[in-house]
């Protein structure tokens, strides 16, 4: 017979920790919210500082020369340019409309992909973060189709994955979304085809809407199985065979080659750049800010579904981070200019889905008081421009600058976690805290930063 003390009766007679900020529960009721969410801060954005318009030669010496891809290059060109400045009444920011509303549709199809692939509450708080993240505002203000390039890559992947969960049938209206989006993207961004169709492959070999609802009702618990094991490869060939269908076929209509060379060179140029690791670091910190930490915490949570996980949890956590690893890979190869730009706009929504599904971690109590401290710490030195600069100024000091930030915030977690322990209502008030802390920052700082990175962005061009 085995004896139990007091104390291990209590702890097992103990209620489990509650989740921090119950409001998120009821955030499947939300959409009206996410809408004001996708317009609002764009808006506000372009009316506190409106871009300024070029005409259609400075917008060509400005970059559009080097945008190969056809519908790209005449988008970036802004041949409605000449009729807004005609008419001053309209406004200067008409001129940038395409992008805005492409950032739009961005910031939707990334609180979807959110609720689509984890659950309502990530879905919400990838919302929040995108849609006040300086660089994702910075979108709409663009001359150059970069948002409108990464909709329609991101079209063609989730019509996939959409096809793969229908009980029957080799065609469908999703099936039908991703080719005609996979002609946009040779088209429009075509950096990002190759990109494109390697997510592609990826979501077919993870096989995540394999069972039905994945991209249903997140409250649904009925799952069967979908399809057989032809079934998704079946679907990738027949969207690549009608993405090139209709590419050529634009090509024919057009006086071009059925396969044009210079479709083939400007979606090389997606692949044939090169990044040291410690500008790609440099470049993916500065990009992130205050998301850094959240990501930490998110990878480690995919890391532990993909251990211990099974069944359609564990094939979603491969296909984010696998979605991941392509995005960061992806902006370390491509070449500097718009094909680079198209990167970083790419791997936006794999990368915010992650730091969202940290926070909600966090929320749910899977990680404690320590990685939650020692996140915050990694977020505001990631946010401050004096702590990035110190950190990654100078080749020979890079890792010893990054050991000591980790040192000091390993050790800061440690004594918090020390203090906090079993004291519940302690450690809720230092994540509710953290939590605080790190929205109130991300969407103020998010907001603020816009006019600095809009000179920055026009002193550099």
């Not at 007091?6 to 920790?17: C, I, K, S, V």
């Not at 004594?415 to 939590?435: D, F, Q, Y």
Request: proline fraction near 5%; aromatic fraction near 4%.
């Amino acid at each position: 017979m085995v004896s139990v003390d007091d104390a291990r009766l209590n702890e097992m007679a103990a209620d489990p920790p509650g989740k921090l900020l119950p409001l998120l529960d009821r955030a499947s009721a939300m959409a009206p919210l996410i809408v004001l969410m996708a317009m609002l801060p764009g808006l506000v954005s372009l009316m506190a500082l409106p871009p300024e318009i070029q005409s259609g030669t400075d917008a060509q010496r400005g970059g559009a020369e080097e945008i190969l891809s056809p519908w790209g290059h005449w988008l970036a060109d802004r041949p409605w340019i000449e009729w807004t400045v005609r008419d001053a009444s309209v406004g200067t920011w008409t001129a940038v409309v395409p992008s805005y509303l492409a950032t739009v549709v961005l910031i939707w199809m990334t609180w979807h992909a959110g609720r689509g692939l984890f659950s309502a509450r990530t879905g919400f708080l990838a919302a929040v973060m995108v849609c006040s993240h300086t660089p994702v505002l910075m979108l709409g203000r663009s001359a150059e189709p970069v948002a409108l390039g990464t909709v329609v890559s991101a079209t063609t992947i989730i019509g996939l994955i959409f096809h793969l969960q229908r009980p029957r049938g080799l065609l469908s209206i999703p099936l039908g979304l991703a080719a005609i989006g996979l002609v946009a993207t040779v088209l429009m961004a075509a950096p990002l085809a190759i990109a494109t169709l390697v997510m592609m492959m990826i979501a077919v070999a993870c096989n995540p809407a394999g069972v039905v609802g994945l991209w249903g009702d997140p409250s649904g618990v009925g799952r069967t199985r979908v399809g057989g094991a032809w079934s998704g490869p079946l679907s990738l060939l027949l969207v690549v065979v009608l993405g090139a269908a209709g590419v050529m076929t634009w090509s024919a209509t057009s006086g071009r080659e059925l396969i044009d060379p210079q479709l083939w060179a400007a979606s090389c140029r997606g692949i044939r750049g090169g990044m040291e690791i410690g500008l790609l670091v440099l470049a993916l910190v500065s990009w992130l800010g205050l998301m850094a930490g959240p990501l930490l915490l998110g990878l480690g949570d995919l890391v532990l579904d993909v251990i211990r996980g099974e069944g359609s949890s564990r094939r979603t956590a491969c296909l984010v981070l696998a979605w991941t690893l392509l995005a960061m890979v992806l902006v370390g190869r491509a070449l500097p200019g718009y094909a680079r730009h198209l990167a970083e706009s790419f791997a936006m929504v794999p990368l915010i889905l992650v730091a969202a599904r940290g926070l909600v971690s966090v929320c749910d109590r899977r990680i404690g008081v320590g990685p939650t401290v020692a996140a915050t710490v990694v977020s505001c030195c990631c946010n401050s421009e004096t702590a990035v600069g110190w950190l990654f100024d100078g080749g020979t000091a890079l890792l010893g600058r990054i050991g000591l930030v980790a040192i000091a915030a390993l050790g800061l977690a440690m004594t918090v976690s020390v203090v906090s322990r079993g004291n519940e209502t302690r450690c809720r008030r230092i994540l509710t805290a953290c939590l605080a802390c790190f929205l109130a920052a991300q969407i103020i700082s998010g907001l603020l930063d816009v006019p600095v990175a809009a000179v920055q962005a026009t002193a550099a061009a």
